[in-house]
């Protein structure tokens, strides 16, 4: 029921910022538990940030804590990943997901059923 669309990826230096957002429709998106996941050539896709629907429970990969913060705005429909101090292992293809059945959020990538389609991160050494 939900679209997603992914912006704000690019090529950064090392030890840069940027900011992902996610835009999503649907009128159920308030109910759902959100993600971030990421997937580099040749590897397969992984859990980089979760989100309770409330936006009051939030999870991250032990490669990302303290460098990644994920937050929503229920209101706009959006989701975002703000990641600091990127690494070139940072590099992949970043990818927002929709999980309508969790109140937390959840890491394996089964759990959610609506995926955007992608927005490159690039970093730079």
């Known amino acids: 029921q939900v679209q997603l669309v992914e912006s704000g990826g690019g090529l950064v230096q090392a030890g840069g910022s940027l900011r992902l957002s996610c835009a999503a429709s649907?009128?159920?998106?308030?109910?759902?538990?959100m993600g971030w996941f990421r997937q580099a050539p040749g590897k397969e896709r992984e859990f980089v940030a979760g989100?309770?629907?409330?936006?009051?429970?939030?999870d991250y990969a032990d490669s990302v804590k303290g460098r990644f913060t994920i937050s929503r705005d229920n209101a706009k429909n959006m989701v975002l990943l703000q990641m600091n101090s990127l690494k070139p292992e940072d590099t992949a293809v970043y990818y927002c997901a929709a999980d309508p059945d969790s109140f937390a959020p959840m890491r394996r990538k089964v759990e959610y059923d609506y995926w955007g389609q992608g927005t490159q991160v690039t970093v730079s050494s």
């Open positions: 989100i309770s629907w409330s936006g009051f429970r939030t």
């Open positions: 649907g009128r159920t998106f308030s109910n759902y538990a």
